[in-house]
Nanobody
Framework: QMQLVESGGGSVQAGGSLRLSCTAYGYAIASTRCMGWFRQAPGKEREKVVTTDSGGVNTDYAHSVKGRFTISQDNAKNTQYLQMNSLEPEDTAMYYC???????????????????WGRGTQVTVSS
């Protein structure tokens, strides 16, 4: 069983930055087929922030974060990162890390299709 643990959330003012971390336990991140970050704001559905395949070749950002957020990975630490710059109040949400070993077409998969999820870390951006 794979466990994912997010950290790095917090409260920042608009224009600020945060770096989220997702550390995997039980399996190597490099052995997954897909990794990704999703977010859910109160009263809204969970939405994709970014997905990437295990090789990091096909990385797909949501239009709303493109150019501001960057995903990276440290296999030695078994950790994936989400660097978030130029944060906006609209980025306020609970952020979740997700992984899957079987999905094909990571960028096309719906959140319900992903097998492994962390518990989330809260990001709050004030104006």
């Amino acid at each position: 069983q794979m466990q994912l643990v997010e950290s790095g959330g917090g409260s920042v003012q608009a224009g600020g930055s945060l770096r989220l971390s997702c550390t995997a336990y039980g399996y190597a991140i490099a052995s997954t087929r897909c990794m990704g970050w999703f977010r859910q704001a109160p009263g809204k559905e969970r939405e994709k922030v970014v997905t990437t395949d295990s090789g990091g070749v096909n990385t797909d950002y949501a239009h709303s974060v493109k150019g501001r957020f960057t995903i990276s990975q440290d296999n030695a630490k078994n950790t994936q990162y989400l660097q978030m710059n130029s944060l906006e109040p609209e980025d306020t949400a609970m952020y979740y890390c997700a992984a899957d070993f079987r999905l094909r077409g990571c960028h096309l998969a719906q959140s319900r299709d992903w097998a492994y999820w962390g518990r989330g870390t809260q990001v709050t951006v004030s104006s």
